[in-house]
């Protein structure tokens, strides 16, 4: 079993939808959780960390349940942009990515 | 340009041979990070180093692959005897060590190693 499991996906989404994002992970212990962002080609970069109380930047939700040992990402109003591979972390441990589109 | 930087970005080498990939990482950040990447997967982890004391090193790696990190800056991974299954995207990132009762930092990644193995 992968330390970090994440939904497969892809996801295919109109503009303006609301997309969100499941991961699970396995070590109890870990402390730092977290979201990137991989574009096609590129490396992978920070769209947000997590905490346990929950965060949001702008459009872009994260929300942690230690006792589930469950992380998610919620997207809303969807851009363009937005579309790429998201990469879930528990510690050092990524996940393999959902990978998601957006419409016009 | 202060990011992490890697060289080569690209490797060709036939099966058999050993390899070797450098990682400049950004200069105050004392931990190092290397991964592994294969189309559609995520970041494989490696191995890591804090300055330059090797931390942790996957199960996964063979004895093939070394990693050093000699004066707790940049840092070399060493391949030995290539197998076709190699053939992946080598990822190094670097970070700050945990701060405030968090373990991990923020990782940035330098832009890859793509090693392919005839």
């Known amino acids: 079993r992968k330390e970090v499991e994440q939904d497969p996906g892809p996801f295919n989404v109109p503009e303006g939808a609301t997309v969100a994002f499941n991961c699970t992970y396995s070590?109890?212990?870990?402390?730092?959780f977290f979201w990137y962002r991989q574009d096609c080609r590129k490396e992978p970069k920070l769209l947000m960390s997590?905490?346990?109380s929950g965060n949001e930047d702008g459009r872009f939700t994260a929300q942690l349940n230690r006792a589930s040992q469950y992380i998610s990402l919620l997207i809303r109003d969807s851009k363009l942009s937005d579309s790429a591979t998201y990469l879930c972390?528990?510690?050092?441990?990524f996940g393999a990515g959902t990978r998601l589109t957006v419409k016009p | 340009d202060t990011g992490v930087s890697q060289d080569p970005r690209h490797k060709i080498t036939k099966r058999g041979q050993n390899v070797t990939f450098r990682c400049d990482p950004i200069?105050?950040?004392?931990?190092l990070y290397w991964y592994r990447q294969t189309l559609g997967q995520g970041p494989e982890f490696l191995t890591y180093?804090?300055?330059?004391?090797?931390?942790?090193k996957s199960r996964l790696l063979s004895d093939r692959f070394s990693a050093e990190r000699p004066k707790g800056s940049f840092s070399t991974l060493e391949i030995q005897r290539t197998e076709q299954g190699d053939s992946a995207m080598y990822l190094c990132?670097?970070?700050?060590?945990?701060?405030?009762?968090?373990?991990?930092?923020?990782?940035?990644f330098g832009p890859g190693t793509r090693l392919t193995v005839l």
């Open positions: 990132a670097s970070s700050l060590g945990g701060t405030s009762g968090r373990i991990y930092n923020e990782q940035f």
């Open positions: 070590n109890s212990a870990s402390q730092s």
């Open positions: 997590v905490y346990s």
């Open positions: 972390v528990s510690g050092m441990r």
């Open positions: 200069s105050e950040h004392n931990r």
């Open positions: 180093f804090q300055n330059e004391a090797q931390l942790e």
